[in-house]
């Protein structure tokens, strides 16, 4: 059973407009979420996090929404570039867990089209 | 530059050879992993390593065999491997046990693997 869900596999977006990705988890236990970006044949590298004491963090054109009460968080990307065209993976974790790795989602296909 | 660096980025291997994928940390960190990940299928853990001590081994195949000897080094010696083996094995390191954690992880570049 996935504890941590991104539905859609991948999305296509035209430069300059907004991106959004969505994440779903079901362990309300989870109080820290990040995204992760991954291009072809790279590692993933981190892009953005929040903590599950907010429900808004912002850097740049990257904002990461949170709705716990719905288990929802979502990242938008504004304006989208083609640079931003990557897999995007949805990761949650327990803060202060030790070692406990954090859970993946499958991740989504982000193309953005010039 | 993440500060984790694995090798070889990729390897082509038969299902009789033993061969081994290298991953070094220069972070300071005290927990490493193996990570696969295979076409459409979410990142697997395979492995997780805390204070050079195995803590976690995901249900994986004994034809994977880690090895951890320092907390900046991670071994996976890999020996019979099947086709469907063939994946990117990414490593991540995070600060780990004694921290305030957020569970943060660094990844490598990966070693893409092809199993004959």
């Known amino acids: 059973d996935q504890q941590v869900k991104q539905n859609s596999p991948s999305l296509s977006v035209q430069e300059g407009r907004i991106s959004i990705l969505n994440c779903d988890y079901t362990?309300?236990?989870?109080?820290?979420f990040l995204w992760y970006k991954k291009y072809p044949a790279e590692g993933p590298t981190f892009l953005i996090s929040i903590s599950s004491i907010k429900d808004k963090n912002e850097d740049g054109r990257f904002t990461v929404f949170l709705n716990k009460s719905a288990k929802h968080l979502s990242l938008h990307i504004v304006p989208s570039q083609p640079g931003d065209s990557a897999v995007y993976f949805c990761a949650a974790s327990l803060v202060n867990s030790g070692n406990t790795p954090l859970v993946f989602g499958k991740g989504t296909r982000l193309s953005v089209i010039a | 530059e993440t500060g984790v660096t694995q090798t070889p980025r990729h390897l082509v291997m038969g299902m009789t050879n033993k061969k081994s994928l290298k991953c070094e940390q220069h972070l300071g960190h005290n927990a490493m992993y193996w990570y696969k990940q295979s076409a459409k299928k979410p990142l697997e853990l395979m492995f997780v390593?805390?204070?050079?001590?195995?803590?976690e081994n995901n249900s994986v195949p004994s034809r994977f065999s880690p090895e951890c000897p320092n907390s900046s080094h991670l071994f996976l010696h890999l020996h019979t491997l099947q086709p469907e083996d063939s994946a990117l094995y990414l490593c991540?390191?995070?600060?780990?046990?004694?921290?305030?954690?957020?569970?943060?992880?660094?990844f490598g570049e990966g070693s893409r693997l092809t199993v004959l």
């Open positions: 362990n309300s236990m989870f109080d820290y």
């Open positions: 390593y805390s204070l050079e001590e195995r803590v």
């Open positions: 991540a390191s995070t600060l780990g046990p004694g921290t305030v954690n957020t569970g943060e992880l660094f």
